[in-house]
């Protein structure tokens, strides 16, 4: 099994999508904890977001490797429901792209890559008002608004959040991750949110750091 895994893996980095999804189903199909193939999923994105920093890889790589990773994910899903694992998860999560902002690659696979790492997340998709984020987020009960913005125009929509939080008194409720190509950290220090992160892996380390700080306070 620990063999058939490490193939998985492989699979996954290379962005195999086939071989991913078939050696995922035959190990699920053998018994293997549908955790464990999703940790693998884990190890893989970090792996693909290592080779994408270095250069190694490229948006092709990383929209293939996204795919693979879904692959396992959808395979895995059922086996996590009829186990009644990782209903908790992690952590729950709101994604989406800002208001005015239809750019989602960043954002889908900051979506895979959480969703390989146990949170639950609620992807609203791209163009998303202040308004309905924070509804969403109360009506889930989330733990961190992560927000993707990839353009200098719509930057505006992650400080909107932030106002919009204030206003309801509910800014210490959530934890709110930005990342994308319009942001950095400086800035989403300056605007009020709580971190940012570079990468979707980079994202998915600082997502499980916001919600043990909050397990913790
Ligand atoms: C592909 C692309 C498009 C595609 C988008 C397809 C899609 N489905 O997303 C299309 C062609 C539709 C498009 C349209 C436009 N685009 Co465009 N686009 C790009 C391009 C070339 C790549 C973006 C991308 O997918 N990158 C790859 C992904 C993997 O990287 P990423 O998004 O940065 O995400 C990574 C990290 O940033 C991070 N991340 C991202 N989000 C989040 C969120 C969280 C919570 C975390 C933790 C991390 C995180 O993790 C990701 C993976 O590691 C960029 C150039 C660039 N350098 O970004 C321009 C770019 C963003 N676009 C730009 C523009 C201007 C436009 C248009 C206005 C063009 C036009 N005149 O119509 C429209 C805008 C439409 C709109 N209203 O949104 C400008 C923005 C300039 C600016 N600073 O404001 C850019 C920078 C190009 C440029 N240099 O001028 N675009």
Not at 12 to 36: F, M, N, Y
Not at 195 to 209: D, I, L
Request: proline share 1%; hydrophobic share 45%; aromatic share 4%.
């Amino acid at each position: 099994m620990d063999g058939q895994l490490s193939e998985l893996r492989q699979a996954l980095v290379s962005g195999d999508i086939a071989r991913s999804a078939a050696l995922a189903k035959e190990v699920l199909a053998q018994g293997a904890s549908p955790k464990a193939v999703l940790a693998e999923v884990g190890a893989a994105a970090s792996a693909v977001g290592e080779k994408y920093e270095d250069g190694e890889y490229f948006l092709a790589n990383l929209v293939r490797c996204g795919d693979s990773f879904k692959a396992v994910i959808t395979a895995a899903d059922p086996y996590l429901k009829a186990a009644g694992e990782g209903q908790e998860g992690r952590g729950r999560v709101v994604l989406a792209t800002v208001e005015g902002d239809i750019h989602d690659i960043g954002k889908n696979l900051v979506l895979t890559f959480l969703q390989g790492d146990s949170f639950v997340v609620e992807d609203m998709g791209v163009n998303v008002s202040a308004l309905a984020l924070v509804d969403k987020a109360v009506e889930v009960g989330a733990d961190i608004i992560a927000l993707s913005c990839l353009m200098s125009v719509t930057r505006d929509g992650v400080k909107k959040v932030c106002s919009e939080l204030e206003a309801r008194g509910l800014r210490d409720r959530f934890a709110v991750l930005v990342g994308g190509a319009a942001t950095n950290e400086r800035w989403a220090k300056q605007i009020g949110c709580d971190a940012w992160a570079s990468s979707a892996t980079e994202g998915t380390r600082v997502a499980r750091t916001l919600v043990t700080i909050r397990a913790e306070a």
